[in-house]
């Protein structure tokens, strides 16, 4: 059931992330991607202190939490400015998907290592042809004796390069239909036939983005994770956490602006008193405030279904939560940068680069107006018009 009010657990849990969050900044983050290095050591402190696996199991050396809790996290060092996007993919995502349906095998080899930050695993869904309709992915997989070769493109997948392996989101054929149906391969980086090539993209981030060839890449048979017929169950096994889990990254990076212009307001004086004391810089502010702790509490019931095991009721409001966290951001950073004026977009402040961050929110993992079909369709029974 869905709490108004935080446990105790919980507030020591945010004040613990907070203060590991403060010890790095925004200053380490916009250093470490200027430098087109990654933030290890701040991935290694916070798997050390046991955040990175708050989620998995206890018996494969996570904290055997939830969602709820690593959202709690992502939240809290994106509001220290330093948010790190792979939690939503590796401890998130696939070690969420291999927790629930992986073999023993599998969840013996990469989750004690998906808890303790010494080993990540990406995850490729996006297809160039597909877009935000999966079933038009062309990634398929066929069988040649025990083994499975897989073959098709990705594009914009996080941190292939700093991955051990790639989460891959194919296409098997039904042996009663013929039809196509979605399934889960781990595809080891130095697979033969796994290529990679970087996506020279505006945002400047510590995670770089990949397209992906993978050209009759062999996969053993326990490559596969899960039924080979559970099909969307598993999928969205790893979609609904990755909602959450992006609106936690919004959350955090809007609290985050919100913070600095808050701080600013109360400080920058021109006409005898701080530009915070008129209704013209404040009232957008505290709206600015408002909509993000909306956005939150919608957060927290995604994650609460979710972790309760009420997949599809998790399934709406982490679409909800997703949509309302992006756009609670965008504007949460709209209006921090149009507080500072000039300012705001000096690197000093270091909010301009979160004008084109906070846009990822609203495009990926799945943009507003699929959200909003969604709804739409599922929640409202509107008919489909594609």
């Known amino acids: 059931m869905t709490t108004l009010v935080e446990p105790e657990e919980h507030k020591a849990l945010r004040g613990a992330v907070a203060a590991l969050g403060r010890r790095y900044g ?10 087109g290095t990654w933030p290890s050591e701040l991935w290694l402190e916070a798997a050390k202190l046991g955040y990175l696996g708050v989620n998995l199991p206890q018996e494969y050396g996570g904290g055997g939490g ?9 939240e809290e060092l994106g509001a220290a400015g330093c948010p790190l996007l792979m939690m939503i993919v590796s401890p998130a995502i696939c070690g969420t998907v291999i927790a629930r349906f992986g073999t023993e095998e599998q969840k013996r080899r990469w989750l004690p290592g998906l808890a303790d930050g010494t080993r990540l695993m990406a995850f490729g869904i996006t297809e160039p042809d597909a877009g935000s309709n999966s079933h038009r992915i062309t990634t398929t997989a066929r069988r040649d004796g025990t083994d499975w070769l897989l073959t098709g493109r990705k594009v ?13 989101v194919g296409r098997t054929a039904d042996a009663r239909t013929g039809r196509l149906k979605p399934c889960l391969f781990i595809v080891p980086r130095d697979a033969r036939g796994f290529t990679r090539r970087r996506i020279d993209m505006e945002l400047h981030a510590a995670e770089k983005q990949f397209e992906l060839t993978l050209d009759d890449v062999r996969l053993p048979a326990e490559a596969l994770v899960g039924d080979e017929d559970a099909g969307l169950l598993q999928l969205f096994a790893g979609l609904n956490p990755e909602r959450i889990m992006t609106a936690a ?3 955090g990076m809007g609290r985050h ?7 600013y307001a109360r400080e920058r004086t021109v006409w005898n008193t701080p530009i915070g004391a008129h209704q013209a810089i404040a009232h957008p502010l505290a709206q600015a405030h408002i909509d993000l702790e909306l956005a939150r509490l919608m957060m927290q019931k995604a994650a609460h279904l979710y972790d309760a095991g009420d997949d599809a009721g998790a399934g709406e409001a982490a679409n909800m939560a997703k949509y309302a966290a992006g756009e609670a951001c965008v504007r949460a950073v709209d209006q921090a940068v149009h507080t500072l004026g000039g300012n705001g977009l000096t690197r000093e402040f270091g909010l301009a680069s979160l004008v084109t961050a906070a846009r990822v929110a609203r495009i990926a993992p799945v943009s507003r107006e699929m959200i ?13 018009s594609y």
């Open 257 to 263: 602006a919100l913070s600095r212009a808050v701080r």
């Open 26 to 35: 925004r200053d380490y983050a916009t250093r470490v991607a200027a430098e």
């Open 156 to 168: 914009f997948v996080s941190g292939v390069d700093i991955a051990d392996a790639t989460l891959i």
């Open 249 to 251: 990254f919004a959350i």
């Open 66 to 74: 939830g969602i709820t809790e690593l959202s709690l996290v992502l």
């Open 372 to 384: 909003l079909n969604y709804v739409s369709h599922q929640t409202l029974g509107l008919p489909k």
